[in-house]
């Protein structure tokens, strides 16, 4: 059983940065794979970017690659998704995610998930 909650979503503009945290409380969090997914008005939730148990193996959407950065501290049961260069495609709501590792596959799919937080709104203008 894991609880999880977002914060540090906001307003900024196109080019501007954001951290994203994810705190979680309930099982130990190094057992859980960790993801950060997305939903923008009108369209499906998107993967954004997850962390194996260690933190040594990332992945990232396409379209964040290279902008966003996940990490994680498992001593203070937190991930991060760091957002520089953002643009307005960006925005949306923001979800974090767990999964027990012994029962993750990629983590690139929102059904893989068992646990998620409330969100927290990205708005991203020009």
């Known amino acids: 059983q894991v609880q999880l909650v977002e914060s540090g979503g906001g307003s900024v503009q196109a080019g501007g940065s954001l951290r994203l945290s994810c705190a979680a409380s309930g099982s130990t969090f190094s057992n859980y794979l960790m993801g950060w997914f997305r939903q923008a008005p009108g369209k499906e939730r998107e993967f954004v970017a997850r962390i194996n148990w260690s933190g040594a193996g990332t992945y990232y959407a396409e379209s964040v690659e290279g902008r966003f950065t996940i990490s994680r501290d498992n001593a203070k049961s937190i991930v991060y998704l760091q957002m520089n260069s953002l643009k307005e495609e960006d925005t949306a709501v923001y979800y974090c995610?767990?999964?027990?590792?012994?029962?993750?596959?990629?983590?690139?799919?929102?059904?893989?998930?068992?646990?998620w937080g409330q969100g927290t709104q990205v708005t991203v203008s020009s």
């Open positions: 995610a767990a999964v027990p590792a012994a029962r993750g596959r990629l983590g690139l799919r929102s059904y893989e998930y068992a646990y």
